[in-house]
């Protein structure tokens, strides 16, 4: 940290002068750098506010009167993996780029949109821009993540992706879901030619729709929501 009362050089001894040079040209060299702003101030100069967090370059106004921060109200952080946005008040808006052609998106360490090469999930309500204002015009798209055979248990999980399909390969229950949150999700499920009946969990609030059979080829769309302590599903066969 580097300021001076003032940046007028009198006229003095050598020595003395020199210091005066010195302290200047640290101020100037520092941006005046400090917590509290410098005692000598004109238009257009520069501080470097080291008791702001984060500390903020400012400048001072043409009437001499005040501050204007020049890094505020966003500053901006980019490396190889991720884009940070810092607003004045401190909270982030971070967009992380994942392996596998992914990213997701939080602000103040909440998780608001995500998307991996196999899906998306959406978290919080985001039906206005809140830049314009006004209301998003467009959705998303995903490819159904592909959860290959159910086994004898088959348990839904949003955690890549809201859209998921599924080979009927045995006989199964359909298990609830327990991810933490409220969602929906498709299912899709397809029987094989080793298809075998299929029992809902008693776990779920209630189950709704058509009738599973075991015919290879018949295809089956779920409907799956979950929310707070309701789970509900929907069967609804497709042939």
């Given at each position: 940290?580097?300021?001076t009362t003032s940046f007028a050089i009198a006229n003095d001894s050598g020595v003395a002068v020199r210091a005066r040079i010195n302290e200047?040209?640290?101020?100037?060299?520092?941006?005046?750098?400090?917590?509290?702003?410098?005692?000598?101030?004109?238009?257009?100069?520069?501080?470097?506010?080291?008791?702001?967090?984060?500390?903020?370059?400012?400048?001072?106004?043409?009437?001499?009167?005040?501050?204007?921060?020049?890094?505020?109200?966003?500053?901006?952080?980019?490396?190889?993996?991720?884009?940070?946005?810092?607003?004045?008040?401190?909270?982030?808006?971070?967009?992380?780029?994942?392996?596998?052609?992914?990213?997701?998106?939080?602000?103040?360490?909440?998780?608001?949109?995500?998307?991996?090469?196999?899906?998306?999930?959406?978290?919080?309500?985001?039906?206005?821009d809140t830049i314009n204002g006004a209301a998003l015009a467009g959705g998303f798209t995903a490819t159904a993540a592909n959860d290959g055979n159910t086994g004898t248990s088959y348990r839904p999980d949003p955690g890549t992706?809201?859209?998921?399909?599924?080979?009927?390969?045995?006989?199964?229950?359909?298990?609830?879901?327990?991810?933490?949150?409220?969602?929906?999700?498709?299912?899709?499920?397809?029987?094989?030619?080793?298809?075998?009946?299929?029992?809902?969990?008693?776990?779920?609030?209630?189950?709704?729709?058509?009738?599973?059979?075991?015919?290879?080829?018949?295809?089956?769309?779920?409907?799956?929501?979950?929310?707070?302590?309701?789970?509900?599903?929907?069967?609804?066969?497709?042939?």
């Amino acid at each position: 940290m580097a300021q001076t009362t003032s940046f007028a050089i009198a006229n003095d001894s050598g020595v003395a002068v020199r210091a005066r040079i010195n302290e200047v040209l640290a101020a100037l060299a520092s941006s005046n750098a400090g917590p509290v702003a410098p005692a000598s101030t004109a238009p257009g100069m520069l501080w470097f506010d080291t008791a702001a967090t984060p500390p903020t370059l400012r400048r001072r106004n043409a009437a001499n009167d005040g501050w204007e921060a020049e890094r505020d109200p966003v500053r901006t952080y980019i490396d190889s993996a991720r884009v940070t946005l810092r607003s004045a008040d401190g909270a982030e808006t971070v967009a992380d780029f994942l392996a596998g052609s992914g990213c997701y998106l939080r602000h103040a360490n909440v998780n608001r949109i995500w998307t991996t090469a196999t899906g998306a999930a959406i978290y919080g309500a985001l039906a206005v821009d809140t830049i314009n204002g006004a209301a998003l015009a467009g959705g998303f798209t995903a490819t159904a993540a592909n959860d290959g055979n159910t086994g004898t248990s088959y348990r839904p999980d949003p955690g890549t992706g809201n859209l998921r399909k599924v080979a009927n390969s045995a006989a199964f229950t359909l298990e609830v879901p327990t991810v933490v949150g409220d969602y929906t999700m498709l299912v899709l499920v397809t029987n094989s030619a080793t298809a075998g009946a299929v029992t809902i969990s008693a776990s779920y609030t209630k189950a709704f729709g058509d009738p599973f059979t075991t015919t290879n080829g018949h295809m089956f769309l779920l409907t799956v929501v979950k929310i707070g302590t309701v789970r509900t599903v929907t069967v609804q066969a497709l042939q």
